[in-house]
């Protein structure tokens, strides 16, 4: 909502979620640099969506969103260079 609303660009969103922790936590990562193990997603920010905490792959599979509908859904996820979504 916050990037959807423009509240927040969508850089400032991932420096946030990624660099920032990163360097909080000493970690040579949260960037996307030559060299580096790639930490990507692809996703549709427009892709309306329902959450369904079921078919999460976490263990847990609860959520206090579910049967939310919420927009932007992640298509692909690459965790060090390898695809795990």
Do not use: C, H, Y
Request: glycine share 10%.
């Amino acid at each position: 909502m916050l990037v959807r609303d423009e509240l927040l660009t969508l850089e400032r969103l991932f420096a946030l979620l990624a660099s920032n922790p990163a360097r909080v936590l000493g970690l040579d990562t949260g960037t996307l640099e030559v060299g580096k193990p790639a930490d990507l997603m692809l996703f549709d920010r427009l892709a309306p969506w329902q959450i369904v905490g079921e078919e999460f792959l976490a263990e847990a599979g609860n959520t206090p969103f579910d049967g939310l509908p919420v927009q932007g859904r992640v298509l692909r996820l690459w965790k060090g260079g390898r695809e795990v979504l």
